[in-house]
């Protein structure tokens, strides 16, 4: 099991930027496929980007271009840097690791695009 723990979040204006952080405990994240999702108000939960224990990173089309999905297995972190934002990013924003065994979530981090 992960313990995963989001933090970054605020409220920022339009264009503006943000980088999300993700700390895990409990096992190490080298073999885990680690992702960002978010929810947004009235949505469905949605994949914003994920990185593979390979290293392959994969976005949904809204966001290529501006975030970076990056990860510290060393330090078991995984980081969202998020650029040119918009008021559609607006949500909850969760971090996920996963393999076969394992699916765990951390509790969010509200993301605010805003002027």
């Known amino acids: 099991q992960v313990q995963l723990v989001e933090s970054g979040g605020g409220l920022v204006e339009p ?7 993700c700390a895990a405990s409990g096992s190490f994240i080298s073999f885990l496929t680690m992702s960002w999702y978010r929810r947004a108000p009235g949505k469905q939960r949605e994949l914003v980007a994920a990185t593979t224990s390979g290293g392959r990173t994969n976005y949904d089309d809204s966001v290529k271009g501006r975030f970076t999905i ?3 297995n060393a330090k078991k972190m995984v980081y969202l840097q998020m650029n040119s934002l918009k008021p559609e990013d607006t949500a909850v924003y969760y971090c996920n690791a996963r393999n076969s065994v394992i699916n765990d979530w ?9 002027s």
Request: zero cysteines; proline letters at 0%.
């Open 15 to 21: 264009g503006g930027s943000l980088r999300l952080s």
């Open 70 to 72: 990056s990860r510290d």
């Open 106 to 114: 951390g509790q969010g981090t509200q993301v605010t695009v805003s």
